[in-house]
């Protein structure tokens, strides 16, 4: 995927949720904004009625709008919005920049990750010892950043899924698409790989240990150097 730029969308109908909400998440419309009117918009996207509504269905159902009679449609606060949704996080990606994003991913992993590890450490069986430990040596196998991608990504859906705790392992799986993201990024540092498998060796040690307090702090650890690669790469890719 492609950071900034939007998904081809199939349909009309998915044209104008991805535009419009992308308008909304972006602040272009802001909340308590109404949006154009019913027959503005059916011009603007040369849809019938029909369509536009079940668009703004579509909407009302990520908690982003809601309509009123005689008065329209209107956005909701951003307090109210289904952040988890995947269109709506997909939209904040795309419309947050990257830096104030990525600071606010951190912040949630840092609350996520640690205490996930150290249960992980309580609850994994072999199995799921057995499946961190894949995504670890795929890691350490590849002979790319591309490729360390997605057993990076592997490596921490591996240990959610090790807390068989269902709520934790859907919120780590609804966060996967700004962690790739994020992974992306940091995957730019030079020296990526020798710099994050020790850190990534730590946790999986640990959980393998049986280690809570141990899995906690190297998942710290290895949060710390992901703050780190963040500001190494994003200093770089800012212009002076």
């Known amino acids: 995927m492609d950071y900034q730029t939007p998904k081809p969308r199939k349909s009309m ?31 603007e996207y040369k849809v019938s009625r029909p369509v536009l509504r079940e668009a703004t ?13 005689r008065v329209g449609t209107v956005v909701r606060p951003r307090n109210e919005w289904h952040l988890l949704d ?17 600071n606010t ?11 996930i590890a150290a249960l992980a450490a309580t609850t994994a069986t072999e199995d799921d010892i057995a499946a961190i430990e894949d995504a670890y040596q795929r890691m350490e196998a590849a002979q790319t950043r591309e490729q360390m991608l997605q057993p990076d990504l592997d490596f921490h859906r591996a240990i959610a899924e090790a807390t068989h705790n269902d709520l934790l392992a859907y919120m780590c ?5 700004p962690l790739r993201e ?12 020798q710099l994050s498998l020790p850190r990534h060796k730590a946790i999986l040690t640990a959980i393998k240990n049986r280690d809570a307090l141990g899995a906690r702090h190297a998942s710290l650890v290895q949060l710390d150097d992901t703050r780190v690669a963040l500001d190494t790469v994003m200093n770089e890719l800012t212009p002076l």
């Open 105 to 115: 991913l951190v912040g949630v992993r840092r609350i996520l990750e640690p205490e």
């Open 173 to 177: 799986n609804m966060l996967s698409l």
């Open 57 to 69: 269905r579509v909407l009302t159902a990520k908690g982003l709008v809601y309509s009123k009679p």
């Open 182 to 193: 994020s992974i992306t990024v940091t995957n730019l540092r030079p020296n990526t790989q």
């Open 13 to 43: 109908h998915a044209r104008i949720v991805q535009e419009l909400g992308m308008h909304i998440v972006s602040g272009r419309f802001k909340p308590e904004e109404k949006l154009p009117l019913e027959a503005t918009l059916c011009e």
């Open 86 to 102: 995947p269109d709506v996080l997909y939209w904040l990606v795309q419309t947050t920049p990257q830096s104030e994003f990525f």
